[in-house]
């Protein structure tokens, strides 16, 4: 049975519930608020089990990173609403908010750079507003990847919301395999080490 009671281990670190923010639909494909699903599909390409499958307002799949179960999920609620997929999900296999990582786009980073967190607020990014809304903390992972300010001229949402560019795009792939990285270190040695090696 897909995603069964298996993915449960016995101990709260046994699970990780790995989460890439972004918008469902191929309009939102390769945009700069999708950087979160872009990860999660190449962590589910490198170590997942099956393909996506709907559930509950997410597409998830469980996979295995070094002995670990975990489940990869990006929310199908639109992004200022991810939370709503995410608490439920979170809630049915019975995942503590600490055991949670967020990945998503931060417009305060420097383009192309990671930086893992063990908690903190929205920032005034309105998929994390909704998130900590909806899981009533800010005790969760969450690993930000760097999209830069928007050039002079443009508003935010349609910085967000533009795909990457031919010339940005070499450094966003070196992120993406960083972050894949980040991410098996986060399972394999915790955030600790995760952190100092990758922020």
Do not use: C
């Not at 997410?58 to 975990?70: A, C, D, F, R, S």
């Not at 980073?109 to 005034?124: M, Q, V, Y």
């Not at 809304?133 to 005790?139: A, C, D, H, R, V």
């Amino acid at each position: 049975m897909f995603l069964g009671e298996n993915i449960i281990g016995k101990g709260r670190f046994n699970v990780k519930l790995i989460v890439g923010l972004g918008n469902p639909g191929k309009k939102y494909e390769l945009t700069k608020h999708n950087i979160g699903f872009l990860i999660v599909d190449q962590l589910a390409d490198e170590f997942g089990h099956a393909e996506f499958k709907e559930k509950n307002k997410v597409q998830l799949t469980e996979g295995t990173i070094k002995n670990e179960k975990v489940l990869f999920v990006k929310p199908q609620t639109f992004m200022n609403l991810s939370g709503h997929g995410v608490a439920p999900i979170a809630n049915f296999y019975k995942i503590e908010p600490q055991d949670i990582l967020i990945i998503y786009d931060d417009l305060d980073l420097e383009f192309g750079s990671i930086r893992l967190r063990k908690k903190g607020g929205a920032g005034g990014h309105n998929g994390m507003k909704s998130l900590i809304q909806m899981l009533g903390t800010e005790e969760f992972l969450r690993l930000k990847v760097g999209i830069g300010r928007p050039p002079q001229g443009w508003q935010t949402a349609d910085y967000v919301l533009s795909r990457f560019t031919d010339e940005e795009w070499p450094a966003m792939e070196n992120a993406i395999k960083k972050s894949v990285k980040a991410v098996t270190a986060l399972i394999t040695e915790g955030i600790d080490q995760a952190m100092n090696n990758y922020n």
